[in-house]
Nanobody, 127 residues
Framework: QVQLVESGGGLVQAGGSLRLSCAAS????????MGWFRQAPGKEREFVAG????????NYADSVTGRFTISRDNAKNTVYLQMNSLKPEDTATYYC????????????????????WGQGTQVTVSS
């Protein structure tokens, strides 16, 4: 089992940047695929970015491709989401998620595929 704690959210102007962090407990973090999702008020939770347990495979939602970068440091049990060129439509609560897997290259993009979730961190982008 793994526990996830997000941090790094806040208020930023359009065009600005934020870096979210997700710290995970547990000794087998390196065998978890990780994902970032977001949920705006009145909307369903949506996939933002995912990364394989080795870090070699990553994938992004079309809406953030070229602006967001997911990365991980298995030695620190932490996954990051660097968000650049932020837009007001990026405003949402951002959640970190983890999925134990023996396969490194599979891309998990659906909420039901992840087993563990953090409590979320709020990102607000002003226009």
């Amino acid at each position: 089992q793994v526990q996830l704690v997000e941090s790094g959210g806040g208020l930023v102007q359009a065009g600005g940047s934020l870096r979210l962090s997700c710290a995970a407990s547990g000794r087998t973090f390196s065998r978890y695929a990780m994902g970032w999702f977001r949920q705006a008020p009145g909307k369903e939770r949506e996939f933002v970015a995912g990364i394989s347990w080795s870090g070699y495979v990553s994938n992004y939602a079309d809406s953030v491709t070229g602006r967001f970068t997911i990365s991980r440091d298995n030695a620190k049990n932490t996954v990051y989401l660097q968000m650049n060129s932020l837009k007001p439509e990026d405003t949402a609560t951002y959640y970190c998620a983890a999925k134990p897997t023996d396969v490194d290259y599979v891309r998990f993009r659906e909420t039901f595929e992840y087993d563990y979730w953090g409590q979320g961190t709020q990102v607000t982008v002003s226009s």
